[in-house]
């Protein structure tokens, strides 16, 4: 089993440095690190960060190349400032991995906390099930009191497989109705189980989305996006499993503190 962290970007709302090295365990542990202890339990056989030029010595002086034994691989996401301002987006993300995934893999944001049992579910299901998988969390309890935030919502069949993951802009607690959805409503986080064998489609998908935005410096080609283009062709079948794991994620510096507070009140391994 092999965990992917998307580690390529630097926060500019949280004073332009990784949200992931931010120290916020009970023990001073970083973000990154904490979420890796709550992975053990899987025994992941390899980590992979998935890494830019800006972050990847900042990531390699804390962890090196190995965590408790656990070999890490830096995976690094270019693009070409002639004629970008920024990375491909997420999808790219991953095919950068690519060349170092060679099993059943999750693949999850570097900067939030998903949660132990959340990792447990998605081992499982991949281990056993060639179908793709992710955690579908009550969007209720992953909106900020502080601002708008963007969230993917799932559309699910009655077997609780993915139809579409559709990306809803500028929610709180105040307009879910408005915009159709209930605090119960499942949304995604950026966490899924994957076969290396869907690599292959996701590399399709990225390279149509780069030949059609050619001529545009910012567009971004999503995972979300990505994956419910593969489901509705057919190439890609995900289970979602609903999960009461406590999400926690920084946005600004002022975070932390809440962030450190928080995981006090987690049992912790």
């Known amino acids: 089993m092999i965990i992917v962290y998307l580690l390529a970007g630097l926060s500019k709302r949280f004073g332009g440095k990784p949200k992931g090295l931010a120290r916020i365990g009970p023990n001073n542990e970083t973000l990154l690190e904490y979420s890796i202890k709550q992975a053990l339990p899987i025994n992941p056989t390899k980590l992979i960060f998935v890494v830019s030029n800006q972050t990847k010595e900042l990531f390699a002086k804390e962890f090196k190349n190995s965590y408790k034994g656990i070999p890490i691989k830096y ?85 609780g497989f993915v139809k579409s ?39 399709e998908i990225l390279a149509d989305f780069k030949k059609e935005h050619a001529n545009d410096r910012t567009a971004e080609c999503f995972l979300p996006n990505s994956a419910t283009l593969l489901i509705k062709s057919n190439k890609l079948k995900m289970k979602v499993y609903p ?11 002022e975070d932390e503190e809440e962030a450190r507070n928080e995981l006090k009140t987690i049992n912790h391994i």
């Open 75 to 159: 995976a690094l996401q270019e693009f070409d400032s002639k004629i970008r301002d920024k990375p491909w987006g997420t999808c790219d993300a991953l095919c950068s991995a690519s060349s170092f995934i060679d099993s059943p893999f999750i693949l999850c944001n570097g900067d939030d906390i998903y949660g132990e049992r959340s990792f447990k579910i998605l081992a499982e299901h991949i281990k056993n099930k060639e179908e793709s998988a992710t955690l579908g969390y009550e969007l209720g309890k992953v909106l900020s009191d502080k601002g708008d935030v963007n969230r993917g919502i799932f559309q699910t069949d009655k077997n």
């Open 243 to 253: 999960t009461q794991d406590k999400w926690i994620g920084l946005t600004r510096p």
């Open 165 to 203: 993951i559709v990306e809803v802009l500028n929610l709180n607690k105040s307009n879910l109705k408005e915009r159709g959805l209930k605090e119960e409503s499942l949304c995604s986080m950026n966490i899924f189980a994957f076969s290396e064998s869907v690599l292959s489609y996701f590399k």
